[in-house]
């Protein structure tokens, strides 16, 4: 008997969206009664991941809407430019971040408090 030919695609399409999901980075806090180290290992991916590109898309939009950047007198273009040089800086210190927390998540010291505020970017 053969098998059907999407059945194996369907399968796989199931696997992935199941890896996805569990794999998901999940916000453990106290509330849950989330193991400290895990919160921490939460912590060190998310950052890693999405350290570098939330820094810098905040760090635009910080700048470029702050009153001076909207103001007649502040030219729109430099505080762009700003806010792109302040997130890459701030994305790389959340990158390092995210590498210390998770070479270090078994280890407990600073009582597991994250190294940046606040805990995770987005």
């Given at each position: 008997m053969r098998a059907h030919p999407f059945g194996r695609a369907r399968f796989a399409v199931g696997i992935a969206?199941?890896?996805?999901?569990?794999?998901?980075?999940?916000?453990?806090?106290?509330?849950?009664?989330?193991?400290?180290?895990?919160?921490?290992?939460?912590?060190?991916?998310?950052?890693?991941?999405?350290?570098?590109?939330g820094e810098v898309l905040t760090g635009v939009v910080r700048e470029a809407h702050s009153d001076e950047g909207l103001s007649s007198t502040g030219s729109y273009a430099a505080h762009f430019l700003a806010g792109l040089i302040m997130g890459l800086g701030w994305g790389a210190a959340r990158v390092g971040s995210g590498v210390v927390d998770i070479v270090t998540f078994p280890v407990p010291f600073n009582d597991n408090r994250p190294l940046l505020e606040p805990d995770y970017v987005l």
């Open positions: 969206a199941l890896l996805l999901v569990a794999g998901a980075p999940l916000r453990a806090t106290a509330d849950t009664g989330a193991p400290a180290a895990l919160t921490k290992l939460t912590r060190g991916v998310t950052n890693l991941a999405l350290g570098l590109p």
